[in-house]
């Protein structure tokens, strides 16, 4: 394998090469990934370069990721507000299995609950990590969440791919009660450290034990790309599509 240096280019390169990162990925497996030369795999990093929106589908694709977020513009757009590159996706259900192997690498979920009879149910994002088949957040002990438990639950997780009209769900329906023992504590402690992104005092630990987990997949087949950069883009090693 080549020697790959630290990204040089443009924003979009940038975001590439980290999301590369997080995957673990090499350029050679994310060139395979997007059926691109691996010579135009580090131009796109190492140069200001601009991607035809074909080949930004491909991209996105192979880094599991959306061609929102590889430019830079969904932080604060909702998703499936963009256009579409799959007129017609399919969905099918998930078995249990494949809903808890989505879970298992943990991230950013929603609990749902009725904070009191007669009221709208509450929804809110927590991090989660997946313990022996459970949902483990941390929170704070005397914030709405934590007043809540021990009490039914739900709590919900997402990928969704707008542009591309792909992603999946995950439900589980469940009860919640608060880890208090030790050795419960000191092997999730052990284990995985779901760390809250919200900050502060999250000294209560909950977990979330299923009685029943559904999932849905949406997705289609995207246009291949074309075998080159579009009229005006910059020039670099072709594709391979």
Known sequence: MG???????????????????????????????????????????????????????????????????????????????????VPEPETRTLTAEECLALLEPGGVGRVAFTDSAGTAPVVLPVNYVLSDGTVVFRTAADGVIGRHVPGPMGFEVDRIDGAM??????????????????????????????RPWAGGEREAWIRVEPEGITGRRVGGRVPHARSGPAPGEAEGPAFRY
């Open 165 to 194: 009209s792909e992603g999946w769900s995950v439900l589980v329906a469940g009860r919640a009660r608060r880890v208090g023992d030790g050795a419960e504590l000191a092997a999730l402690r052990g284990h995985r450290f779901p």
């Open 3 to 85: 020697r790959e240096r630290g990204t040089g280019g443009s924003d979009i390169g940038r975001r590439i090469a980290q999301r590369r990162s997080e995957l673990g990925m090499s350029r050679a497996e994310m060139a395979e990934g997007a059926g691109m030369d691996p010579g135009y795999a580090e131009y796109l990093e190492e140069q200001p370069a601009r991607l035809s929106q074909e080949a930004l589908y491909h991209l996105a694709h192979a880094l599991g990721t959306s061609p929102e977020h590889l430019l830079g513009a969904d932080t604060d757009t909702p998703p499936g507000s963009a256009s579409t590159a």
